[in-house]
């Protein structure tokens, strides 16, 4: 690790003098030599190369779009953390910027910057961001330099916070306390400001601070502290939603992302009800408002072992943007912007389907395509979509809807690699109004996958089918009949 370490820190004092793998030009042509692995997805954004995790200081400035992310230039690993950035003006093609940030040789982010977000303050975006020192994790601030957000200067005051609050925190062989990631809004002239964390012997918590002027904070307490053995001891990347009557705080528990709903006052969050976003891979997620609706990003992380990781060159994908807004239920549905990437199309008309029935959907096959179908289970016991199936199914993976409610993802013939996860991951009971009945839009592309549920929840998930021909799909009625009132399939575009 020490070796590693260095060699980071070699590459770290390099992008000083604009070399790779740091600038836009140089990460295009690395996305294009890593483009041939079979693994890679076309329409999720994932890294040009080398690691990705926690989707970053999401914005909507000057007409577009702008993307940063958790990156190692150094390789397809956790270290030396970096922020790279894409953007694109219609949300779903991206184009690969330089690195935006560097941890500085010295200063409170020599060790990596970060997971934060940005805000627009009078005009000028600014990061905040998480700066990794030997023991210490504390914020920092950076302004933008231009309108393209290329690059930012930081505050010669970082950390713009001295020390974590005096809470009973943890602290581990490597950290004095865990104390990181940023999400900070406006209110009447106020900044507001939750950091991650966790208070010993009690749970996960987001800590408070306000400024006037994203420089001079002042704690303000704990607005909601979880029990840890319901929602974790540590809270990381939390992520707040004003929805006007009703508030939403999503937070990630180092094992997924958990969300509230209920009101903010300004000091505190009470608690209505807990919601899950997702029951698979998505980590770390962040969002923005934009219009009436939130748009979220999450890190869907490898399940295959680190050193296929390192043969491939790359790590980590982000979840197609999702839209979420809040009626009396919370949606969460794929961007309606992402259909601009449809290109052929099958559907199947309203019909039944008995257990026996051919496969209607025999002609379609792909890595990149999109399922929108709406079924009921009739008299069946379950329905099946199979996926990403070799010609003698001795590949393939089944999204399964059973009567009692469940919906699972069975990876146990995804690949015939044995270094890759083949745990089933499942949403246990399906939100929805009619049980029977079930909305399933299903995003396959390449080992990325994201099942959308209802509009209420999602899933997503890796896999790695090792056959160049387990491209196949098909549907199926088990133990009786099926009726399918609209099935649709289409071939997705590259998004690159
Ligand atoms: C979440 C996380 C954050 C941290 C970042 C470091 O995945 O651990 O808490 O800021 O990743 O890369």
Redesign the pocket.
């Known amino acids: 690790r020490t070796l590693l370490a260095g060699i980071d820190r070699f590459f770290a004092a390099d992008v000083r003098f604009g070399r790779r793998p740091y600038t836009a030009e140089a990460l295009t042509e690395l996305r294009a030599e890593t483009a041939p692995d079979p693994h890679r997805p076309t329409y999720h954004f994932s890294p040009p190369a080398n690691w990705l ?2 989707p970053n200081g999401l914005v909507y400035w000057n007409d577009r779009y702008h993307l940063f992310y ?1 990156y190692n230039p150094g390789g397809p690993y ?1 270290g030396t ?1 970096h922020w790279g950035h894409a953007e694109s003006d219609d949300l779903v093609h991206w184009t690969d910027r330089s690195v935006a940030l560097t941890p500085s040789l010295e200063g409170p982010d020599r060790d ?1 910057c ?2 934060g977000c940005m805000v627009v303050d009078d005009g000028q975006p600014t990061v905040v961001y ?1 700066g990794a020192d030997g023991r210490k994790q504390l914020p920092c601030i950076a302004r933008a330099r231009d309108d393209d957000l290329a690059a930012f200067e930081k505050h010669p005051g970082n950390p713009v916070i001295e020390s974590p609050p005096d809470a009973n925190l943890y602290a581990t062989e490597e950290w004095d306390a865990e104390f ?2 940023h999400e900070v809004w406006r209110e009447d002239g106020t900044w507001y400001h939750l950091v ?1 964390s966790g208070i010993v012997d009690e749970g996960g918590t987001v800590f408070l601070y306000r400024s006037p002027d994203l420089t001079e904070w002042t704690y303000a307490g704990t607005p909601l502290v979880g029990e840890r053995d319901e929602t974790g001891g540590i809270w ?2 939390p992520d707040f939603m004003d929805f006007g009557g009703e508030q939403v705080l999503a937070v ?1 528990n180092l094992d997924s992302v958990i969300g509230f709903r209920g009101s903010f006052d300004g000091d505190t969050f009470d608690v209505d009800r807990q919601v899950t976003f997702d029951h698979g891979n998505f ?2 997620s962040q969002s923005i408002p934009d219009g009436d609706r939130y748009l979220s990003w999450g ?1 869907i992380r490898e399940d295959r072992e680190e050193s296929a990781q390192w043969d491939a060159g790359w790590s980590g994908a982000l979840s197609v943007p999702r839209e979420i807004s809040l009626d009396d239920e919370l949606s969460i549905r794929p961007a309606p912007e992402l259909s601009a990437l449809r290109s052929d199309h099958e559907s199947v008309d309203e019909r039944s389907l008995d257990p026996d029935d051919d496969n209607p959907l025999a002609d379609v096959e792909g890595a990149h395509l999109e399922f929108d179908l709406d079924v009921t289970l009739e008299s069946a016991d379950a329905f099946d979509l199979v996926v990403r199936a070799s010609p003698d199914g001795a590949e393939r993976t089944v999204v399964r809807y059973e009567a009692d409610g469940t919906l699972t993802l069975d990876r146990r013939d995804s690949s015939q690699s044995d270094a890759v996860a083949t745990e089933p991951q499942s949403i246990p009971d399906v939100p929805g109004s009619d049980p029977d009945r079930i909305r399933l839009r299903v995003l396959v592309d390449a080992s990325v996958l994201e099942l959308f549920v209802n509009d209420r929840t999602a899933l997503s998930s890796r896999i790695y089918p090792t056959r160049s021909d387990s491209l196949g799909v098909s549907v199926r009625a088990r133990g009786g009949r099926v009726q399918v009132h609209s099935l649709d399939v289409w071939t997705l575009d590259s998004a690159m």
């Open positions: 995790n926690d958790q956790h953390i990596g970060w997971s998480t990181r990631d991650g990381e990347c990630s980590y770390a890190w």
